[in-house]
């Protein structure tokens, strides 16, 4: 019976040994790991926001630059229109003058219908500026709807902040 008693003795001692353990074990459970969870997913976060801010920042920079480049583009633009147009300034001065002379020239053909040939190359001259003149308010005109285009692109580029 001793040996019994010493065995349940034994049992029962191990019963309670596993109990103080299975007991100590929920009593010295770490509860920092949810902690740790949620701030790793805190840091993540903050990293993705610190990505996407630079990607923005990239995006800003990128968007200064085509402006930088279409102003530049513009005033390469505009000092073009300026020569055009005091090249068209020009034509239509020669203009007058080519109608001035062809005026004179009839006057004369009346006169002398010997210097027809005169007048015919005259007119042919205005005709001639009259064609460049044509020419040159074109690319004006191009020229300028080109500059519009520029400066409705970089409103919009502006206006997407």
Avoid: C, P
């Avoid at 008693?5 to 007991?23: D, E």
């Avoid at 034509?91 to 002379?101: C, F, G, P, R, T």
């Avoid at 005109?141 to 520029?150: A, F, I, L, P, S």
């Amino acid at each position: 019976m001793k040996k019994l008693s010493t065995l349940i003795a034994g049992i029962v001692a191990g019963i309670m040994l596993f109990g103080g353990i299975a007991y100590a074990n929920d009593w010295l459970k770490f509860e920092g790991s949810n902690t740790l969870e949620s701030s790793n997913d805190k840091v993540e976060e903050i990293v993705d926001m610190l990505k996407e801010q630079a990607d923005k920042n990239d995006d800003l920079i990128d968007e200064i630059r085509d402006l930088a480049d279409k102003a530049h583009e513009n005033a390469e633009l505009k000092v073009r229109i300026e020569q055009l147009e005091q090249i068209r300034d020009n034509l239509n001065a020669a203009i007058k003058n080519k109608d001035k002379e062809i005026g004179e020239l009839k006057k004369q053909v009346e006169a002398n219908k010997g210097v027809k040939a005169e007048l015919e190359k005259a007119q042919d001259e205005r005709d001639h500026y009259k064609e460049e003149l044509k020419r040159a308010n074109k690319e004006v005109k191009e020229h300028g709807e080109n500059v519009d285009d520029h400066y409705e692109d970089a409103l919009d580029i502006v206006g997407d902040e």
